[in-house]
T-cell receptor
């Protein structure tokens, strides 16, 4: 059974204080690892897909990286508008389903 | 381009009542799915469809029915609502299942009393 564990559950940072969110996964054959952002009262919004170990993707202050067992979402010099819950999900070869973690709630304090 | 539209946004049901949550997408996506989101549980897959006329069960299908008569619409039916079905429900669509990014609706917050 595919499993996704995200840590920490919650993270409070000062504006400009860089940090990383972790997503550990167990999957028999990884087709893709996805990062989503979710604002309160809204649906998740796609950020990145990573397909193989060593791959990296960037978008503004966010950079996602992937190893064979985990993914990191690095946030550089965050701003208050980066406050959200960040979700990680994996897809296994052989099926169409996404397995989600419970998310990291990020708060950036001005 | 509206994306994925869910209705209603909020709903209160009494135990035993039935209702249908509506989901429509205008991106011509083949794959559609329904999730529920509960505190501390993450998003859990209820049912999904890989195309019109084809549906399958996800992780937590009991108490829910779906059908897919058109590419655009994927309604979720609660047959006899129970307090355990109190949750936030999200519909999502994608071009090729999990191989491509999923677009989510804004959610339906359902309370069963």
């Amino acid at each position: 059974e595919d499993q996704v564990t995200q840590s920490p559950e919650a993270l409070r940072l000062q504006e400009g204080e860089s940090s990383s969110l972790n997503c550990s996964y167990t999957v028999s054959g990884l087709r893709g690892l996805f990062w989503y952002r979710q604002d309160p009262g809204k649906g998740p919004e796609f950020l990145f897909t990573l397909y193989s170990a060593g791959e990296e993707k960037e978008k503004e202050r966010l950079k996602a990286t992937l190893t064979k067992k985990e993914s990191f979402l690095h946030i550089t010099a965050p701003k208050p508008e980066d406050s959200a819950t960040y979700l990680c999900a994996v897809q296994n070869f052989g099926n169409e389903k996404l397995t989600f973690g419970t998310g990291t709630r990020l708060t950036i304090i001005p | 381009n509206a994306g994925v539209t869910q209705t209603p946004k909020f709903q209160v049901l009494k135990t035993g009542q039935s209702m249908t949550l509506q989901c429509a997408q205008d991106m011509n996506h083949e794959y559609m799915s329904w999730y529920r989101q509960d505190p501390g549980m993450g998003l859990r897959l209820i049912h999904y469809s890989v195309g019109a006329g084809i549906t399958d069960q996800g992780e937590v299908p009991n108490g829910y029915n779906v059908s897919r008569s058109t590419t655009e619409d994927f309604p979720l039916r609660l047959l006899s609502a129970a307090p355990s079905q109190t949750s936030v429900y999200f519909c999502a669509s994608s071009l090729q299942g999990g191989r491509t990014e999923a677009f989510f609706g804004q959610g339906t917050r359902l309370t069963v009393v």
